[in-house]
């Protein structure tokens, strides 16, 4: 008997894939078809999807608006041990990740997924990367798919990075122990950007960063709170004067807190 095609089959918005193995369809998660997909090599798949299953993330990805799919590096590991580093070529302290042992995980990722990386990128989380933005989760959300790859120990062996033109991407000026976490917040800052996500689109086109400021100040009730009044404007039902008062505050902020972002914007 042949094997079960691995070509999706679209069901109206919904897609699914044929198997071999028997399924429990009241847990079979659902897939809007088009869905975005991130797939995460990791040493430690039970780490996902952590916050990311919680809260609109965790909603979007039970309706089937995007797919996670952890893939665990140890399974590609050599002998009976499943070995997946060694110690590092010159000496120094640590181990590091093997070639061969990536490039397997790599090869299982990127089957069934464009090679184009504009369609869908290949990141390894690196503290020596460029800086995530969020014009980066910008660019990723517009994406089909992400794979990403988090290091443990020393790191990845450059051989492997190169061949398969991986790009580095940094979560910030400091170094943690694995990137697994770095991996959770680049999805987080992804995912929401994706349409149905939020439900509302105005919510990503106000907060910061999205035209290189700051946001703005936030207030609810009550109006009056420990001797601090909520700024009259926000309660003068004055649109224009309010869209004036949260942009100088946008402005005040970025430039008094992020004097980078605001040459950026003025050079």
């Known amino acids: 008997m042949s094997d079960a095609s691995d070509t999706p089959?679209?069901?109206?918005?919904?897609?699914?894939?044929?198997?071999?193995?028997?399924?429990?369809?009241?847990?079979?998660p659902r897939l809007v078809q088009g869905a975005?997909?991130?797939?995460?090599?990791?040493?430690?798949?039970?780490?996902?999807p952590g916050t990311l299953g919680l809260s609109l993330t965790g909603k979007a990805l039970d309706v089937?608006?995007?797919?996670?799919?952890?893939?665990?590096l140890r399974l590609f590991g050599e002998g009976k041990h499943r070995t997946v580093d060694d110690?590092?070529?010159?000496?120094?302290?640590g181990m590091v990740l093997r070639p061969d042992v990536v490039d397997a995980a790599l090869r299982h990722a990127r089957v069934g997924t464009p090679v184009d990386r504009d369609r869908w990128p290949v990141?390894?989380?690196?503290?020596r990367g460029a800086p995530f933005t969020q014009q980066t989760a910008r660019r990723f959300a517009a994406c089909e798919g992400i794979t990403l790859l988090c290091g443990r120990f020393e790191g990845v062996d450059q051989r492997v990075?190169?061949?398969h033109q991986i790009e580095e991407i940094s979560l910030g000026d400091f170094v943690l122990t694995g990137g697994e976490i770095a991996a959770q917040a680049m999805l987080d800052a992804t995912v929401r950007l994706r349409p149905g996500v939020l439900g509302n689109a105005a919510s990503t086109e106000e907060e910061s960063f999205s035209d290189d400021l700051l946001e703005h100040p936030h207030y609810t009730r009550p109006a009056t709170w420990e001797g601090r009044d909520i700024p009259a404007v926000l309660q003068s039902g004055n649109h224009a004067g309010i869209a004036k008062w949260r942009r100088a505050r946008a402005e005040e902020l970025t430039r008094d807190?992020?004097?980078d972002l605001w040459d950026k914007r003025r050079g």
């Open 161 to 163: 990075l190169d061949h």
């Open 36 to 48: 975005f997909v991130a797939k995460v090599i990791t040493l430690l798949p039970e780490a996902f």
């Open 123 to 127: 990141v390894y989380l690196s503290p």
């Open 87 to 93: 110690t590092p070529a010159g000496g120094g302290a």
């Open 9 to 28: 089959k679209s069901h109206g918005r919904l897609s699914i894939r044929a198997s071999l193995t028997p399924r429990d369809l009241m847990e079979e």
């Open 257 to 259: 807190r992020r004097p």
């Open 64 to 72: 089937g608006l995007w797919r996670l799919e952890p893939i665990d």
